[in-house]
C-alpha cells in the first residue's frame, strides 16, 4: 500500500496524475491527492466490473450530471476527469 516514497497508495496516486498529463514520472510530486485518488479509483472500478451497456449509461449519467451542475467541474478539479465517453472511459481503466 506503500510507495517507495512511504506515501499511502503512493503508485495508484502517480498512475492517477500520469495518466491525467500523459507523463511517465515517477517522483513523490507527480502524485494526485487520496480524495482525488479515491474518486478516480471508484470511477476505475465501476467502468471494469460492468457490461459494455451499463458503461454506457454511466457515461451517460455522467455527462448528464456534469452538464446540469452550475460549476466547471474540471476546471475546478484539475486532477480529475470524469469520462464522458468510451475514448474517456478507456483512459481511465489503466
Known amino acids: ?3 517507495d516514497h512511504n506515501e499511502l497508495f503512493g503508485d ?3 498512475v492517477c496524475w500520469r495518466s491525467q498529463y500523459r507523463l ?3 517522483d513523490l510530486t507527480h ?3 487520496m480524495d482525488d485518488t479515491l474518486f478516480m479509483f471508484n470511477i476505475t472500478n465501476l467502468l471494469q466490473s460492468n457490461t459494455n451497456s451499463k458503461n454506457e449509461l454511466l457515461l451517460e449519467v455522467l455527462k448528464d ?3 446540469h451542475s452550475n460549476v466547471d467541474f474540471h476546471n475546478d478539479n484539475p486532477n480529475v476527469r470524469i469520462p464522458l465517453n468510451e475514448t474517456d472511459a478507456s483512459r481511465v481503466r489503466l
Open 1 to 3: 500500500m506503500y510507495h
Open 24 to 26: 511517465d514520472l515517477h
Open 31 to 33: 502524485t494526485v491527492d
Open 12 to 14: 495508484i496516486r502517480g
Open 65 to 67: 450530471v456534469l452538464n
